[in-house]
């Protein structure tokens, strides 16, 4: 299996779990390094039906404190090799929030940084499946393009090192997102946001998350992990746990499918500094 989970989240957001709970549970899976990337609190305006905003504000020093002492203190996994923890954080790519999100990945001592993009302006297009239930494939093939730009501004920024599940805009549309998907300028559009990826110096997450959402498939899809292949992308692998049992989800299949594009590798990063491993032959 691979023993390296770099999205866990914790009670602090809208998950359920401590940190050591989470680690606990990851331990006993015999994982060896297991990357905590809670969600970073976000500037008024940019706000979910349930919003926890508040819940992380208040509680980002317990998040940090809990984490970095388990970081100081790692234990023995199943099989008698250590495992350690990394000190992460999930930053959201905001429109027009450039000053607050630099500000937010200076804050503390970060072993690596993930960012994603869930919102689309001011709507966190993840929220719910109500508007792409309504939405014609026009609403949301612009949608996508909107994503993707946002997206590149993401990469382009430098301040992350991991980039979160690359197409999860197509969470609640799965079927039109494949559409979209075969025209050569979306292809193209996709493509440049992997090469600005890449040029930054950043590793494509490849994560399980999808596999237990709405669009029912791995983030990315095939098309991008051929794309991400030819550019020769590292890759990271995340369980985007927001529960005990969500740690590791899906690792073997995710393990065979890297393997079927020709990844050999994945990565991890420790206070910026990129390290690899082999992927195992499950």
Known sequence: MIDCDLHLHTRYSHAVATPLAMYEAGLALGLHLMGFSEHSPRPLGFNYTHEYRDSLTRHLPDYVREVCELRANPRQACDGSVCNVL?????????????????????????????????????????????????????????????????EAMLASGLYNIAAHPDLIKIFSVEPFHLWLQKPESQAQVRHCLETLKAQGMAMEISSAGLRKACGEVYPCPEIMQMARELSLPVTFASDAHNVQDIAYGFDQLARYARSFGFEEYVHFVRGRCFSHSIPDV
């Not at 992460?88 to 072993?111: I, K, N, P, V, Y």
């Not at 689309?120 to 994503?147: L, M, N, T, V």
């Open 87 to 151: 000190f992460g954080m999930e930053m959201d790519w905001l429109e027009g929030q450039l000053d607050f999100a630099t500000r937010s990945a200076h804050a503390f001592d970060f072993d690596y940084l993930i960012g994603s993009v869930h919102f689309i302006g001011h709507w966190g297009f993840d929220d719910g499946r109500e508007p792409w239930e309504k939405a014609s494939q026009e609403d949301c093939e612009g949608w996508y393009r909107a994503y993707f730009s946002a997206w």
